[in-house]
């Protein structure tokens, strides 16, 4: 089956296709490095990985890149206006009592090592904006002389008007046109357009900030939009195939990303397919430090699961749709990981044997191709899986061949018996118990039970399957 992606660009699936013979161009939005990053951005950066995997489980070169976001966001964002508010590093100063530097570097280690966590395809090179400050005010002046910047009390701001005189659309992306000024913020009378935004702020002068640079316009620092800009035409040109993101960037930053490339270069489109993961859910409803279910991955290590298993239940849901966490999903996710993992380990003693003897099942193949190029059905995808590890009538040798090589998409590591962390043999009598409620022999099942019970677990049944714990 064709590879098919769908475009938040057109709004519509399309079969994908590189334009460049250097492969596919691919860019993600990262993160701002002012606190932990949350397993609601976490659903994104694996959505990034997911789809470089899938391009090169596809035979196609990837050329991956991804920001690092350590100076420029503000806190406006959240109202609504990227141009108002503190930047976030220096709220993190205050709250810390380090400096940006110090809690910007803090912070990319931990991404960087939650990034490993969760067995991500590390791009090219992450990108921090701070290195990148040169290529950000070149495009500035780009733009400046192309007469699309105009100057206000704080700072040089993008005309969208102007932009669009020169026969460009602006916020193609998202419905920002239709947004009336003030209706979620104050309209700041300086600007031209509510819809314009800063490429350029002026440092307050009363007071230095740890992040600021020199510029052709005063001293100053970056608008949160530009580096992305910069960064992206510097190492993929000034067209390029694929570039992912939460669904929240599609209204602002994404498009003025767009307006800046297209306005500098004069070339359109800036980026051929734009992609955009759904919102995470926790229990039925936002997610937010102020409600304090902000999770981390270090809230899922502290309850023995391993982040893994949180990559798992990512794909127990569509990337564009959104998928409600709770810790009982999670859990029953960490246990079907688990019993996959089992299953393998034990028709694996010899694992190396097995990858000489076995090969790949083609038609178990074609099902899994079929699902994860039908704009990334993970769900699916996942179902495949799991139908061909139960399989009896499959070699034990081609059905590990086979499941390795889902792997190079899954990332579960399932090659590494030393991930399983309840014992082989308890997942095993689990699975047979499985078995014997389904044939509701249920004598059989008790037995089962009593037998995972003397191991030192104990087995609960809820309406996403079995979950395992430890007495």
């Excluded at 660009?9 to 460049?20: I, M, N, Q, V």
């Excluded at 003025?256 to 397919?273: M, Y």
């Amino acid at each position: 089956m064709a590879l098919t992606f769908y475009n938040s660009l057109t709004r519509k699936a399309e079969p994908f296709s590189t334009t460049s013979a250097n492969g596919v161009g691919m860019y993600t939005c990262g993160p701002t490095v002012y606190n932990y990053v949350t397993i609601g951005n976490w659903r994104t950066y694996t959505l990034g990985d997911l789809v470089a995997r899938v391009l090169r489980y596809n035979e196609y070169k990837v050329n991956y890149y991804m920001n690092i976001t350590d100076v420029g966001h503000l806190t406006g964002d959240n109202s609504g206006d990227a141009d108002t508010g503190e930047d976030r590093m220096e709220k993190a100063k205050a709250r810390e009592g380090k400096n940006a530097w110090e809690i910007a570097k803090f912070y990319t280690e931990d991404f960087k090592h939650g990034y490993t966590m969760l067995n991500l395809t590390e791009p090219e090179a992450f990108l921090p904006a701070t290195e990148h400050i040169p290529e950000q005010i070149a495009l500035i002046q780009q733009l400046e002389l192309a007469g699309l910047t105009y100057r206000i009390n704080d700072g040089i701001y993008f005309d969208t008007e102007a932009f669009e005189k020169k026969g460009f659309t602006y916020g193609v992306l998202s419905n920002l046109d239709q947004i009336k000024a003030g209706a979620r913020v104050d309209f700041n009378p300086e600007k031209r357009n509510f819809r314009d935004f800063a490429l350029w702020k002026f440092s307050p002068i009363d007071a230095k900030r740890d992040m600021e640079w020199q510029s052709p316009w005063g001293v100053g620092f970056p608008g949160w939009h530009s580096e992305c800009t910069a960064m992206s035409l510097k190492y993929l040109g000034e067209q390029f195939d694929i570039h992912v993101g939460g669904e929240d960037l599609k209204s602002t930053h994404h498009p003025n990303e767009i307006a800046q490339a297209e306005g500098a270069t004069g070339k359109s489109p800036f980026v051929h397919l734009w992609m955009h993961g759904a919102f995470l859910q926790v229990d039925g409803g936002r997610m937010g430090k102020s409600l304090g279910n902000a999770y981390t991955l270090a809230d899922i290590t502290a309850r023995n699961i391993s982040p893994l298993s949180l990559r798992y239940f990512y794909f127990s849901g569509h990337y564009r749709s959104p998928l409600n966490f709770t810790w009982e999903a999670l859990t029953a996710s960490d246990t079907a990981l688990k019993r996959i993992k089992a299953i393998i380990a034990s028709d694996s003693t010899d694992i190396e044997h097995l990858l000489a003897g076995g090969k790949v099942n083609e038609s178990y193949r074609e099902k899994f191709l079929s699902a994860i190029n039908d704009d990334l059905n993970m769900p699916l995808a996942l179902s495949v899986l799991h139908e061909l590890v139960h399989d009896k009538n499959i070699a034990p040798s081609d059905m590990v061949v086979t499941a390795l090589n889902f792997d190079e998409v899954f990332g579960f590591n399932l090659g590494e018996k030393s991930s399983i962390e309840i014992p082989a043999e308890v997942l095993i009598l689990a699975n047979k118990r499985e078995e014997a409620r389904n044939a509701k022999n249920w004598a059989d099942s008790d037995k089962l039970r009593d037998s995972i019970a003397s191991h030192g677990y104990i087995i609960k049944d809820t309406d996403k399957g079995f979950v395992i714990e430890k007495k």
